[in-house]
C-alpha cells in the first residue's frame, strides 16, 4: 500500500482456494477481504489481530524502501465468517517512524 506514492504496508494475504473457487484465476488488483467474501457468498463474524514490534527483513525493506533492520509493526490477522470458517489470513508490515496504525472493521 501507498501514501502519497512512498510504500507504508506490505501485506500477504492468503485465503483458501475452495471458499473462493476461481479466485486465483482473476488476474485483477483485489479490494479488501470484505468485499471479496461478499462475492462469494461469505460473512465476516469476527477477526483476530496480533501485533508485534521486529526489524525489516531484507524482503519486506526493500519492499518498503527502507534500509533493513528498520524497526516495524508486524500485523497478523485471521478473518473468519459466520460459521467459522477462516477465509484470510493476513500478514502486514509497516515502519514505525512517522507512522500510525489505524485499522476500522
Excluded: K
Amino acid at each position: 500500500r501507498l501514501d502519497d506514492g512512498r510504500p507504508f504496508l506490505l501485506e500477504h494475504s492468503i485465503v483458501p482456494c475452495e471458499l473462493f473457487p476461481g479466485l486465483a484465476a482473476r488476474n485483477e488488483v483485489l479490494s479488501g477481504i470484505y468485499s471479496i467474501a461478499q462475492q462469494y457468498g461469505h460473512i465476516i463474524g469476527r477477526a483476530e489481530e496480533r501485533i508485534t514490534a521486529g526489524s525489516a527483513s531484507a524482503e519486506v525493506a526493500e519492499a518498503l524502501s527502507i534500509p533493513a533492520g528498520t524497526p516495524v509493526v508486524m500485523l497478523d490477522r485471521v478473518v473468519h465468517n459466520i460459521r467459522g470458517q477462516v477465509v484470510e489470513w493476513r500478514v502486514g508490515w509497516t515502519p514505525l517512524q512517522d507512522l500510525y496504525y489505524r485499522v476500522e472493521l
